[in-house]
């Protein structure tokens, strides 16, 4: 598309959709070739936007990354809102759908988060990862704060300050890197059963840590989930990964007959 078009195109585009389309345009790439293989020229391309159009609204490549987390986490927020109303019960039923609901969310979308595992899995990465980290938090803490808040109200939890006590449940998330990072090394290797068995211990100590946080009995939270820890591993693999990790439960299996 030449200059002419370009502009013109963007004449007709509000602001805001002229945003969304830079981010649907990145994601896809981002998704197709990985985060270190795309430049800003190829956005600007399959966006069918100009340089102007683009540093209107960001700044650098790393702010097309977590301007996309933000909008998955406000996704992810607004796919658990139905669920947490329909949760019958007190507080603690409508964090757990809450929680259930953004797993179940991850593992279904795991495809397209696969270039935030790109930038995961590079060395020297830890800003980019921070930024990552930050833009969910952004979303998530107010609405994580706000449902702990109720249950404090209604004498389920126990905590002093329901916003740091938020602050310190996504915490356990920026801690869960190098864990997660195992996790998916072990699926791209061919191993998804080892991948889930890291990550599903370490989600279950950290349902254990949320219950002593909130002042809740043991088993409360219950963040295990193998399944949906394996299918997340998966689709963060790739189809060679879970090809590979097919191969690879299939042999156990054989070696547990034989045994």
Known sequence: MNQSNIKES???MAPDARR???LDAAQGLFMARGWEAVTIADVLEAAQISKGGFYHHFTAKEDLLTGIVARMTDQIVAATEAARNRASGDALARLNAFLAGSLRWKAEHAAEMRAFADVLMRPGNDILYQRIFNASAKVVVPVLEEMIRKGVEEG???VADPRLAAEIVIGLS??????????MSLAAAGDLDAGTDRLNARMRAEGLTCDR????PPGSIPLSSPDDYRRMLAGLAGAEGESAGARVSAERNRARKED
């Open 213 to 216: 946080l909130l002042g809740l």
């Open 20 to 22: 969304e389309a830079i």
């Open 156 to 158: 389920v939890f126990d």
């Open 174 to 183: 920026q801690g869960r890197q190098a864990v997660l990072l195992d996790a």
């Open 10 to 12: 963007q004449r007709r």
